[in-house]
């Protein structure tokens, strides 16, 4: 006999805070959830075959979070890739800084 339960817009909205999204997806959503987590249908990350390290050169590079799943972005690109205790992913800031010309003048 085909069950009729219907779960309630509300509850799910509550239960997707509740729980960890690849959860949540698995459960509620009937996905398969791979080892390295459910893939984010705006970013596509977590990639298997995603770069783990970046450079921050221009002053206006920065890693973003994805509005969807919170993973990190650079030039719009998902970074990083999922290894046994989570994401890695090396930062390395070369970024110099702008020099205030007052910062060293004579008082």
Do not use: M, W
């Not at 960890?20 to 970013?43: A, I, L, N, S, T």
């Not at 993973?71 to 992913?89: D, K, N, Q």
């Amino acid at each position: 006999r085909r069950s009729t339960c219907r779960r309630s817009p509300a509850l799910l909205a509550k239960e997707r805070e509740r729980l960890h999204r690849d959860v949540y997806f698995q459960e509620y959503g009937g996905e398969f959830v791979p080892e390295h987590g459910r893939v984010c249908p705006v970013c596509k990350g977590p990639r298997v075959d995603g770069p783990c390290s970046i450079r921050l050169v221009e002053l206006d590079d920065d890693v973003l979070a994805c509005e969807e799943c919170g993973g990190p972005l650079f030039r719009g690109e998902a970074v990083g890739y999922p290894g046994p205790s989570g994401l890695v992913l090396k930062v390395i800031d070369l970024r110099a800084e702008p020099v205030d010309a007052n910062r060293y003048a004579a008082s």
